[in-house]
């Protein structure tokens, strides 16, 4: 009964999830912000003297689970207006626990209230005031709902929280808090100052180091200013841990950027870099990973463009810092504050905290923005390194990219950019290396046409394109295009396993242009070819990787007379195909249907697809 008074008391807690918004009036900017019981609190099973004090040190604490009700398992919120309720690992009936939260404000609140819900006693202190003392030994029928305004002010403030299980059964503390104040003209977001020089970390080898040859060099020390800016903001945001658990630095997000990584003479390609550029996109799964695992915020990459003053202004007093790209060299910073004059900086190199600063001239090139979200992941993202460029053709024959036949850059495919980003140099602005980047964000599901082009006075080099792709959910997929004839994929924003696939040719039964299955001797084997093409050599196949409807095939080599698969030109187009022998195990899913479909994927990592009709015979 415990159990089903506090889940039905969660759902008259109506607020959206840690949403900071902004409106003006004569006092300047109002902003209300939600803090809510989550994976982020400090939490203890031990009583420390003076543990509900602000100067209290809880570095050493544990993170709180968030979703939990203890000993009862998960809870999930019923729509998107519920709070989650937290408690601790592994949970023990009738504990009492602590729990912290430090909360940083950029103004002077001018009102403040705390919904909380404790499973089963407790005290609430802010800024070590006792709020509330509950000694009732159940869960409330109402929650409480207390004034905290009196107890507040600009800058850091501590919430302390001890909850007892005095009754057994579930253990949980749900909170909600909502602060609203003005902000005047200057805004300081709480943004932490992280420097690539650190020590922990200026010497690891940044991206595939020394393999991609960048002007900047190989550490990250050297080359490390974007995934430091990166690492400030996930921190605000309070992304404190990476999907593994490992405290968030510009170390962590260089490992996770350099997962799956291949090389070649061109250069490194990974998760979340290609050719030692930072993939924008993989922060969003970063912080999605992150989420999965300790709750904590999701965050989705909102585009690169032009510098814009005023889009700062609103992005920082919206709560939004902005990672700002220098105008006179390859160098990247973050936006934290403003004051209407200029913009207050962290620089993870240099020693400067204003935009104004003789260095930057109050100006920057580019802007990186980044923004919450609950939702779609879905985009593609296309790179080739400098001077090459690359097409972009949907299934509506709408462009984004470089078009030699009108010698222009085209966006006409909704939501889509084309640009240059140059490499990270910190003494100059160079034009002669970077990559061109073509993305498109919620892209519609279909087919796309890409294809490597160049500018006439340019010539063709051995370059590959990368193409990463991002499903609604987060699923992901890169890999490299070497063709330089048009590719076509397509990109299906639903799928759980591979948003984009290249399309391939097959034959089922290539020596009867009938395609005849007979249903009725079901050991029968059947052949399956994959057909080269110009943009497609089946010699790059991962044979194991292979499935025929829905029946995975296993490949044999030893002895030769019992080898299923072969390299022959069934065509006759003087291309090797790969013909593949199964022994149709699932020959009731093919005489059920009326055509077949195989997929796989390359040793690069190319997903791929064919399908070809199936003739019954019975």
């Known amino acids: 009964m415990k159990r089903i008074t506090a889940f039905l008391l969660l759902i008259a807690i109506l607020f ?24 982020a609190w400090r939490t203890s099973r031990i009583e420390i003297q003076g543990w509900n004090k602000p100067e209290f040190n809880d570095n050493e604490w544990m993170l709180s689970r968030g979703q939990s009700e203890g000993l009862c398992g998960p809870q999930h919120k019923l729509n998107r207006i519920g709070v989650y309720p937290m408690w601790v690992d592994s949970p023990v009936e009738k504990e009492t626990v602590y729990f912290r939260k430090t909360i940083h404000l950029d103004f002077d609140p001018s009102e403040a209230k705390m919904l909380t819900i404790l499973d089963d006693d407790g005290e609430i ?33 501590v919430i302390a929280i001890k909850v007892a299980d005095s009754f057994g059964g579930c253990q949980s503390l749900a909170v909600m808090l909502e602060v609203v104040g003005y902000l005047e003209t200057h805004v300081e977001l709480s943004v932490p100052t992280i420097k690539q020089t650190d020590p922990q970390w200026t010497s690891v080898m940044y991206s595939g180091g020394a393999k991609n040859n960048l002007e900047c060099g190989s550490t990250i020390g050297e080359c490390g200013c974007v995934i430091s800016s990166i690492a400030m903001l996930m921190k605000y945001y309070g992304v404190e841990k990476d999907p593994y658990g490992n405290a968030t630095s510009p170390a962590s997000l260089n490992k996770y950027f350099q997962e799956n990584e291949q090389c070649s003479d061109n250069g490194c390609l990974s998760k979340g870099y290609a050719y030692g550029y930072v993939v924008w996109p993989a922060v969003n799964m970063y912080a999605l990973e992150a989420h999965d695992r300790y709750q904590s915020q999701k965050i989705i990459w909102d585009g690169l463009s032009e510098y814009d003053s005023p889009t700062v202004n609103d992005d920082i007093k919206n709560s939004r810092p902005v990672i700002l790209k220098a105008s006179n060299r390859e160098h990247w910073f973050i936006a934290k504050g403003e004051n209407g004059q200029t913009f207050s900086i962290n620089d993870p190199y240099f020693s400067i905290e204003k935009l104004s600063d003789s260095q930057y001239k109050n100006t920057a ?27 972009i053709t949907d299934f509506k024959g709408r462009k984004t990219g470089f078009d030699v036949v009108s010698n222009k850059v085209l966006k006409e495919i909704p939501q889509s950019d084309y640009y240059l980003d140059k490499q990270p140099n910190l003494s100059s602005s160079s034009a002669q290396k970077g990559i061109h980047i073509a993305v498109i964000s919620l892209p519609e599901s279909g087919r796309y046409t890409i294809v490597k082009t160049l500018s006439p006075s340019d010539e063709l080099i051995g370059k590959d394109i990368v193409v990463y792709s991002y499903s609604r959910t987060g699923t ?16 299906n924003k639903e799928s759980d396993n591979a948003p984009l696939y290249q399309n391939v040719q097959i034959d089922i039964k290539p020596h009867d242009r009938f395609n005849r299955i007979n249903c009725k001797k079901r050991r029968e084997p059947v052949d399956v070819a994959v057909l080269s093409s110009k943009t497609f050599n089946s010699k790059d196949i991962d044979v194991v990787s292979i499935r025929f409807a829905n029946e995975q095939f296993r490949p044999i080599q030893k002895p030769w007379w019992k080898t299923n698969y072969m390299f022959k030109d069934i065509n006759k187009d003087k291309r090797k195909d790969l013909v593949l022998k199964f022994q149709a195990s699932n020959i009731e899913i093919l ?15 190319i997903f791929f697809k064919g399908e070809d009709s199936i003739n019954r015979r019975y």
């Open 16 to 39: 959206i999830n840690s949403l900071v918004f902004a409106q003006t009036n004569d006092s300047g900017a109002k902003n209300t912000i939600y803090y809510e019981s989550d994976g």
């Open 125 to 157: 202190y802010v800024n070590g005031s006792l709020v509330r003392t509950d000694a009732s030994g159940s869960v409330d029928s109402e929650a409480f709902n207390d004034d905290i305004l009196p107890y507040l002010h600009a800058g850091e403030n």
């Open 365 to 391: 090139s580019k802007m990186s923005r980044f923004k919450k979200t609950n939702s779609d992941f879905s985009m593609i993202y296309a790179v080739a390194l400098y001077p090459q460029q690359l097409l």
């Open 476 to 491: 992901t997929t890169f890999f490299p295009i070497k063709e330089t004839l048009p590719v076509v994929f397509t990109y």
């Open 591 to 605: 005489c059920a249907s009326s055509s077949a479909v195989l997929e796989g994927k390359t040793k690069d990592g």
